[in-house]
């Protein structure tokens, strides 16, 4: 009867699973139990009155299908019926197929289409199954149209190429001669959209393929050989997989029962035994009956499901003990004198208490008790150390500072999640990325290494970090001492330094986002040398030490080198720091002015408008200064990215602003307070339009009551410091 062809190790595992799931499962009384090797559980029956309606299966010829509409469906073998654990059939279906001559014209076709779901009870196994295709200029899909509460079609299809035979390989099927899809879930149907031969498609002079073949089959089911390019025959099926699932109407309700809060306790409800229960169809509507936890058996019929004897199958349920079978389940005990460590179904039973257990207990209570004094000792060392390590860091003076918040080292392993999130090296270690329990995102960076000569120095500049508000300078929030180098917790920037912005990752700057940097760099350098409560200077100001916020918002950062103003001047013992930022007359002479960041502020202002990094040798800045001395202009150094005709004249002055904080003679530098003042003119001339000078020497713009001279933006030639 059947009208399809398949290769007899395609039969072995179907009569495997036959076997296995006949075990338990049972059909209604008069109705034949099997044909074919192949069990028939109820709800599929064969003949009148023992077959739930669309489950019908007929024997002919001691062989089982799947009976339809049409003699074609007639025709489908069935491998395998199952209805627990999981509800599929397992049949064979004919492989798709169209094949023409050398001049492209086609010998023979079939799209491969049965009619197995005459009433919509089936769907294409997803999960078990996988589309082939099969072919050297192919296209096929499958699809299927909408159905019952699915309003839409489900499509699957792939592409095979190749140039000839010798291009594809046994078992490769990634494309070439071969490629394979798995399904959506939903499919009905199982008819292949084969592309027509023209165009592209052509399969003119392609004699090592002139076939194209499609097939669903079960997955593992086949495997590709390069000679079923040439050599498919057109009877062949494959095996395939359908769920199947309770998806019919009751007549007497109004409509289709698709899910199980729809049909419990309904006429027409199919889950019938006791002990069962109903479950929605994972692939489509519908629903499928198990049995519960305890009992096996077949749930659509009366009296189906069966008490499990759990004790006898200790494979399936194991104990360790004794077992009894109860209604449902299992009870597992200990024999007398034996115990187990928690439920004997998953630990062994062991001997109660013995000598020698007691032996054991007597030394494992004695070893508690030694090793609770230790860590007593240990605990009591560590607070110890602590107290120590706080009051040599300076605990004492910095702990009734008004803003500074001191952590413990527990809150600390807790703000960093034990430094699980690092974000770079400082100068003195590493930073790590914590929260605060108000869920304030902080950086955490090491300090120096406290010791008794350098504890007030370490204290008076804590004191003075904490006591510099501003926006534009990194706010330090509190700081831990109970570690060997203390650690300091300032507010985080989202966008790291000035560095990373300019060189690594070269993130789009417009001049207007540059100028704002500049003045909220400037005013933070202004506030630290003038408005302060304790005038400092900064000594290291580079685009490394200058972070920017999420809204690019300029933070002066790194304290380390900072000096407490209490002459007009200090000495510094030692130059520390980049040369290509240093002030050359600090080097020379080691006096730290705030003249000294004055310069280091003009290199950082040749960066914002090159984006040239500076080097050791301060080659760049010699240049910027001579390209003013000799031409007047610095254009040839300009930022292309920023380099308009409107825009021309601001970065002159820009420039011409930033040769002047390199001079070489301290005293024709400008302090930070005029830098500021003429940088903000800068921007308003900007957002007023101004960007040409077209008023000579003296410009002034009214704002409101707010009436500014712009003097100052035009400076003699700079006479910048010229390094040897």
Known sequence: MSRFRMPT???LPAMLLSAVAADGLTVKAGCKE?????????????????????????????????????????????LSLSVMPRPEVRVL????????TAKNRRTGYSFGEVDFNPVGVYRISSTHNELF??????????????????????????????????????????????????????????????????????????????????????????????????????????????DWAIRDSDIQSTGPMYSCAQVVNKTGYTCVSNNSQ????????????????????????????????????????PCNGECHDTEGSYNCFCRRGYQSDGDPKENPCNPKFSRTAKLALGLTFGVSLMIVAILTTVIKLERSKRKELFRKNGGKALQDVTGLVIFTKEELKKITDNDSNFLGKGRFGNVYKGTLRDNTVVAVKSSIKVSKETKDEFTEEVKIQSKMIHKNILKLIGCCLEVDVPKLVYEFAANGSLEDTL???????????????????????KYMHSDAPLVIRHGDIKPGNILLDENFTPKISDFGLSKLLTLEY?????????????????????????KSDVYSFGAVLVELVTREQNDNGQERIKRFCRLYAEQGSAQAMFDKEIETDEDIFMLEQIGKLATECLEEDTHNRPYMTEVVERLVMLRRRRKHGITQDRSGPEDTITNGSESTSASVLVPSTPDCYRPT
């Open 93 to 100: 279906l004919p492989v798709a197929f169209q094949c023409f």
């Open 9 to 11: 190790v395609f039969f």
């Open 34 to 78: 099997s044909c074919g090797g192949v069990d028939i559980p109820y709800p599929f029956g064969i003949g009148a009155d023992c077959f739930r309606p669309g489950f019908e299966i007929l024997c002919s010829s001691n062989t089982s299908y799947l009976a339809g509409k049409t003699t074609l469906s007639s025709g489908i073998r069935v």
């Open 278 to 317: 109903c479950v929605d169809s994972t692939n489509g509507p519908g629903y499928i009956c198990n049995c519960t936890a305890g009992y096996e058996g077949n749930p659509y019929l009366l009296n189906g499901c069966k008490n499990i004897n759990e004790c006898a199958r200790p494979e399936e349920f």
């Open 570 to 594: 200090c000495i510094a013992d030692s130059v520390v720091g980049p040369f290509a930022y240093i002030d050359p007359v600090y080097r020379k002479t080691g006096l730290l002015t705030q």
């Open 133 to 242: 295709v099969l072919g050297c200029n192919t296209l096929v899909y499958i699809s299927s149209g909408p159905t019952g509460r699915y309003r839409y079609s489900y499509y699957a299809g792939c592409v095979a190429f190749c140039n000839d035979s010798r291009s594809a390989q046994d078992g490769a099927c990634a494309g070439v001669g071969c490629c394979r899809v798995d399904i959506p879930p939903g499919l009905t149907g199982n008819s292949m959209h084969l592309q027509e031969s023209e165009g592209t498609w052509s399969h003119i002079d392609q004699e090592f393929s002139p076939c194209d073949y499609a097939f669903i089959v079960e997955k593992g089911g086949y495997q590709f050989k390069v000679d079923n390019l040439t050599n498919m025959p057109t009877t062949q099926a494959m095996p395939m997989r359908l």
């Open 503 to 525: 060189y690594r990752r070269k993130r789009p700057l417009s001049l207007n986002l540059r100028l704002d940097i500049a003045i909220g760099s400037a005013e933070g350098l």
